[in-house]
C-alpha cells in the first residue's frame, strides 16, 4: 500500500461546479497537509497548507483534513477553466520537511470544461 | 520577490555524461529540497538541506547523485554517468527552517538522457 493515494483522474466538470479532490494516507505521523496545483511544464504551486485535522478556507478554495479517517479534500467553487491543472496533495510529519521531505500523491488531473 | 530559480530549464545529455544542475532559493529560506517528478511516479524526495549543516543522502537515488550548497543558498545537484532512467523533472524547493512544510518550488530542469 502506498503511503498517499489519489485518484490520477482525469476529472472533467463543467464551468462553474463544485470540484472535489482527495487523497487518503496511511501513515499515522503526517500532521501537516499541503494542496499544489501543477500547470503542464511548470513546478508545483503551493495553494493550501494547513495542519491537524479541521477546515481552511482561501477564496475559492477549501482544504478539509479529517486524521480519524486518514482523509483530506480540496473543494473548488465556481470552477473556471484556469482552474484545468493536475492537483497534487502532500504531506508532512513535522514542521519541517526535514529529512523526509514532502510525500505526495500522484497527482489527479482536473479539466473544465467552458 | 524572486521566487525558486532553477537553470538549466531543459537539459539534453548522452548517456554516460555527467550533468549539473543548479537550484537559487527564495532569498531567507535557510531550507533548501530537491525532488525529482517522473512519468507516472509522482515527486520523489532526493536530499534536504538546512543552512550549511551536512545533508542526508539516504534519499538519493543512487552514488551516481550528490549535491551541495554553497554559503546557505544555491545548490547544485550532479548525475555522474547519467543513464536513461534518470530522465525525469527534477524540482528544487525551499522553506523557512521554522515552516518545512511550507516548501516553495522552482520551475524545474526536464533532464532527458539519450
Known amino acids: 500500500q502506498k503511503e498517499v493515494e489519489q485518484d490520477p483522474g482525469p476529472l472533467s466538470v463543467p464551468e462553474g461546479a463544485i470540484v472535489s479532490l482527495n487523497c487518503t494516507y496511511s501513515?499515522?505521523?503526517?500532521?501537516?497537509f499541503m494542496w499544489y496545483r501543477q500547470y503542464s511544464r511548470k513546478g508545483p504551486e503551493l495553494l493550501m497548507y494547513?495542519?491537524?485535522?479541521g477546515n481552511k478556507e482561501d477564496g475559492r478554495f477549501t482544504a478539509q483534513v479529517d486524521k480519524s479517517s486518514k482523509y483530506i479534500s480540496l473543494f473548488i467553487r465556481d470552477s473556471q477553466p484556469s482552474d484545468s491543472a493536475t492537483y497534487l496533495c502532500?504531506?508532512?510529519?513535522?514542521?519541517?520537511?526535514?529529512?523526509?521531505?514532502?510525500?505526495f500523491g500522484k497527482g489527479t488531473h482536473l479539466i473544465i470544461q467552458p | 520577490g524572486a521566487g525558486v530559480s532553477q537553470s538549466p530549464s531543459n537539459k539534453v545529455t548522452e548517456k554516460g555524461k555527467d550533468v549539473e544542475l543548479r537550484c537559487d532559493p527564495i532569498?531567507?529560506?535557510?531550507?533548501l529540497y530537491w525532488y525529482r517528478q517522473s512519468l507516472g511516479q509522482g515527486l520523489e524526495f532526493l536530499i534536504y538541506?538546512?543552512?550549511?549543516?551536512?545533508?542526508?543522502k539516504s534519499g538519493l537515488p543512487s552514488d551516481r547523485f550528490s549535491a551541495e550548497r554553497t554559503g546557505g543558498s544555491v545548490s547544485t545537484l550532479t548525475i555522474q554517468r547519467t543513464q536513461q532512467e534518470d530522465s525525469a523533472v527534477y524540482l528544487c524547493?525551499?522553506?523557512?527552517?521554522?515552516?518545512?512544510?511550507?516548501?516553495?518550488f522552482g520551475p524545474g530542469t526536464r533532464l532527458t538522457v539519450t
Open positions: 524547493a525551499s522553506s523557512l527552517a521554522l515552516r518545512g512544510a511550507e516548501q516553495y
Open positions: 501513515n499515522s505521523a503526517f500532521q501537516y
Open positions: 494547513t495542519y491537524s485535522s
Open positions: 502532500a504531506m508532512s510529519g513535522r514542521s519541517g520537511g526535514g529529512a523526509d521531505g514532502l510525500t
Open positions: 532569498s531567507g529560506h535557510t531550507a
Open positions: 538541506f538546512q543552512g550549511n549543516s551536512a545533508p542526508d
